[in-house]
């Protein structure tokens, strides 16, 4: 099966970022494929690189680019990246900025979407 996720969470917001990684995770040990990440909305300042963040705060920059080298396809929506003043060279190597276009593509492509927003 092919797994999409869209995420539209608030900056350093955690939880829903984490479950996401351990979704993939246990996705991939049924020998799910992933099919890609879309962040959408504020959650694109979550892939900015060098933020300084305090002793007790998780990374999430830094976990979000290990499934690029796990070659996971990461995309960031440009609007708001462009909103947000996250540019390609602020984010992690492999993290792409696209259009809603690829979110499109990526949906239509995927038996499920699964989807993690700042509000139900």
């Known amino acids: 099966m092919k797994i999409s996720f869209l995420i539209m969470t608030e900056f350093l917001k955690h939880q829903q970022i984490y479950t996401m990684l351990k979704m993939i995770e246990a996705a991939k040990a049924k020998n799910h494929s992933i099919h890609g990440v879309f962040f959408f909305g504020t959650s ?3 892939l900015k690189k ?3 963040l305090g002793k007790d705060t998780r990374n999430i920059p830094e976990a979000i680019g290990s ?3 796990e070659n996971i396809p990461v995309y960031a929506c440009g609007t708001w990246a462009d ?3 996250v540019f390609s060279e602020d984010v992690c190597e492999g993290i792409q900025v696209l259009g809603l276009g690829e979110l499109s593509n990526m949906t239509y492509e995927s038996d499920k979407l ?3 927003g700042a509000r139900a």
Do not use: H, M, Q, R
């Open 83 to 85: 909103n947000y003043g």
């Open 114 to 116: 699964i989807v993690f």
């Open 67 to 69: 499934l690029c080298e």
């Open 50 to 52: 060098n933020v300084k």
């Open 44 to 46: 694109v300042v979550s």
